[in-house]
């Protein structure tokens, strides 16, 4: 079974340029989640997904992100525009309703 | 909202000893606990959880303890091996899924 898959792996942008991550959860899970994990940290929630519902954003700083999951299966997290704060590894996961959450190996950012 | 701390940040042993991490969460309500290894530059991979209808949960040489009127859970893992070097982290849920800050354990040969 394949697992959660994010790209891109690696970026690095100048500050005030826009980025995007996408993710592909794992077959069948309907709930979605986007992380973000800064150094020597545990992953924060960012935004959770319920199939294509938002259902828990309260910590996405909306002024800077968005993110969408249409049709209830991809999902894309963008920021525009990009603060050196925002360096950080943005981890995709997913999980079938009640059960484990399982990872994707993240997107590391460096916004320079 | 939910609040989880772990101690001890770093823990050092030598292989073959054992190694406890414990962590402390905020919100009584909060019913599932993850424990999650995660090695550098790799995803975080669930190693053992355990949900609050249960006090023990034991894998091998991996085990959980909750006490969920102190709100206190605890990782316990007998006989380390140099591969469990990693950083570890708790995590306790209720609707949200909370992360501890993580422990760094080196299991030196």
């Known amino acids: 079974e394949a697992g959660v898959v994010q790209s891109p792996r690696y970026k690095i942008i100048e500050k005030k340029q826009p980025v995007a991550f996408w993710c592909n959860p794992i077959?069948?899970?309907?709930?979605l989640y986007w992380y973000r994990q800064n150094l020597g940290q545990g992953p924060e929630l960012l935004i959770r997904y319920e199939n294509e519902e938002a259902v828990d954003d309260s910590q996405l700083p909306k002024d800077r992100f968005s993110a969408e999951r249409l049709k209830g299966v991809d999902s894309t997290l963008k920021i525009q525009p990009a603060e050196l704060g925002d360096s950080a590894v943005y981890l995709c996961a997913s999980s079938s309703t009640g059960n484990t959450i399982y990872f994707g190996e993240g997107s590391w950012l460096t916004v320079v | 909202g939910e609040n989880v701390e772990q101690h001890p940040s770093t823990l050092s042993v030598q292989e073959g000893d054992s190694a406890v991490i414990k962590c402390t969460y905020s919100d009584s309500a909060s019913n599932y606990f993850p424990w999650y290894k995660q090695e550098l530059g790799k995803r975080p991979q669930l190693i053992i959880d355990?949900?609050?209808?249960?006090g023990e949960k034991k894998d091998q040489r991996i085990a959980v303890t909750l006490n969920k009127t102190a709100k206190h859970f605890s990782l316990h893992i007998t006989e380390t091996q140099p591969e469990d070097s990693a950083v570890y982290f708790c995590?306790?849920?209720?609707?949200?899924?909370?992360f501890g800050t993580g422990t760094r354990l080196l299991v030196s040969p």
């Open positions: 995590a306790a849920s209720y609707q949200k899924l909370v």
């Open positions: 077959s069948g899970h309907n709930t």
């Open positions: 355990i949900r609050s209808n249960v």
